[in-house]
């Protein structure tokens, strides 16, 4: 029940006609007009590099330099494992931490938010000078920021999609291009630069969302058009 806790009743709106998948792709491509719902995909696409990153070149990399540092490859390991806890360890409690401030702001501005919290998350990781010292507990930041930068991408496409063709938005928000993206660059980094590499072009893509979304926000802002915050449910209006 604690997952319901806070949601507000009953379902979004709903079109109950079955659209043509042509019609339903021009739908998601028109919405691209809007800087907001143009941002959510972009935003969609860095936020799912963010978690092909940590999930495939964390323990690589640690366990690298923990067999480079003199440790056996199962001390090396065991090393990563808790690092790469950790980090997972504070993304699900942040998420719905977040998940309240994002509903009381502007869905762009927790965006910006997001973005700069894993930028300097990764670009914590990419400073470590022992990536298996102390320092590393910095890794904390990571799961906070690409949690964060999963459900603010998410919580924009949800309320800029209009009725028709949400589904295709929401989609499109969530692209599994992001993962190949985020392997593809990654490993090239990894292999011809540095095994830190795939974190540092991960802080330097979520600082370029936090100055796209800012950049969207602003005129906005200035004008006085700011989305109100969403009004929480407690669960006591029925539903």
């Known amino acids: 029940m604690a997952l319901f806790w806070g949601l507000r009743s009953g ?140 459900i603010s991408a998410t919580s924009l496409i949800g309320k800029e999609a209009p009725d028709r063709g949400r589904a295709v938005l929401a989609c499109a928000a969530s692209p599994a291009r992001g993962h190949h993206a985020g392997g593809k660059g990654g490993g090239w980094l990894f292999d011809n630069w540095r095994p830190v590499g795939p974190f540092v072009l991960m802080a330097v893509a979520n600082c370029v969302m936090f100055t796209l979304a800012t950049v969207t926000h602003l005129p906005r802002r200035a004008a006085g058009t700011v989305e109100p915050p969403a009004t929480v449910s407690t669960g006591t209006d029925g539903g």
């Open 11 to 150: 379902a979004p709106a709903q079109s109950s006609k079955r659209e043509p998948l042509l019609a339903t792709l021009k739908i998601g491509l028109a919405a691209g007009r809007n800087p907001r719902v143009a941002l959510a995909y972009t935003a969609g696409l860095v936020s799912r590099a963010d978690l092909a990153v940590v999930s495939t070149f964390l323990t690589l990399w640690l366990v690298q330099e923990g067999i480079a540092q003199g440790l056996t490859t199962g001390e090396a390991l065991k090393r990563a494992t808790l690092f790469y806890v950790i980090i997972q360890a504070m993304a699900v409690p942040w998420a719905p931490v977040f998940g309240w401030i994002l509903d009381r702001v502007d869905r762009v501005a927790g965006l910006a938010g997001a973005m700069i919290l894993a930028g300097i998350g990764y670009a914590s990781l990419g400073m470590l000078k022992d990536p298996l010292g102390n320092g590393m507990y910095i890794g904390g930041l990571v799961g906070m920021g690409e949690m964060a930068a999963n």
